[in-house]
């Protein structure tokens, strides 16, 4: 099966600095990529749809200047948390589509981010 | 906006039981999919289902899709320890999801 990896798994840093998230699709080629946060005990809310070579769309709420997503390759996508504050601890997962499909999500194990 | 609404919000249940979940959606669809998630971890999709189809199969799971009542069922046959996690139902290609059933089955 697709199998999406993410790294770290998990992070802690300080207040005011920048954490990269590292999303990847091991076996296949993803032209699309999806970044989520979830909260404890919270659903995922999604956060951002990442296409391959364009900028990424975000949803309401989300600054784009504070979480930079990059999908510079079929394989990649980063989300870099800029400026980290406390409140953006939280459990970030990806996801990958296949490239012929616009159904099934695989997702990554997450990234347990905690910001001191 | 939340689309799928997971219900019951918790259930525990013996091992060997059947455990059935419920999902609600508001708006129309094209499909609907259920996704299993361990405590701390990423989503393992279990099964798509269709506008156009009723009922789906997959192992152990079954899964309907009510287009008219905007309900679709998750139900886990023959229930395992290891099917302790929390379930989800999400919607259309961005994958809006409901806050999940948590799910504990009892050895």
């Known amino acids: 099966g697709a199998v999406v990896s993410q790294h770290p798994s998990r992070v802690i840093c300080k207040s005011g600095t920048s954490v990269k998230i590292e999303c990847r699709s091991l076996?296949?080629?993803?032209?699309?990529m999806f970044w989520y946060r979830q909260f404890p005990k919270q659903s995922l809310m999604l956060m951002a749809t990442s296409n391959e070579g364009s900028k990424a769309t975000y949803e309401q709420g989300v600054e784009k200047d504070k979480f930079l997503i990059n999908h510079a390759s079929l394989t990649l996508s980063t989300l870099t948390v800029t400026s980290a504050h406390p409140e953006d601890s939280s459990f970030y997962i990806c996801?990958?589509?296949?490239?012929?499909?616009?159904?099934?999500?695989?997702f990554g194990p997450g990234t347990r981010l905690t910001v001191l | 906006s939340q689309q799928g609404e997971e219900d019951p919000q918790a259930l525990s249940i013996q091992e060997g039981e059947n455990a059935t979940m419920n999902c609600s959606y508001k708006t129309s669809i094209n499909n609907l999919q259920w996704y299993r998630q361990n405590s701390g971890r990423g989503l393992v999709h279990l099964i798509l289902?269709?506008?156009?189809?009723r009922e789906k199969h997959s192992g152990r799971l079954r899964v309907t899709l009510d287009t008219s009542k905007k309900s679709s069922s998750l139900l886990i046959t023959a229930s395992r320890a290891a099917d302790t996690a929390s379930y989800f139902c999400?919607?259309?290609?961005?994958?809006?999801f409901g806050k999940g059933t948590k799910l504990t089955v009892n050895p």
């Open positions: 289902i269709r506008s156009n189809e």
């Open positions: 996801s990958a589509r296949l490239a012929d499909s616009t159904d099934t999500q695989y």
């Open positions: 076996d296949f080629q993803a032209t699309t």
């Open positions: 999400a919607t259309e290609e961005k994958l809006v």
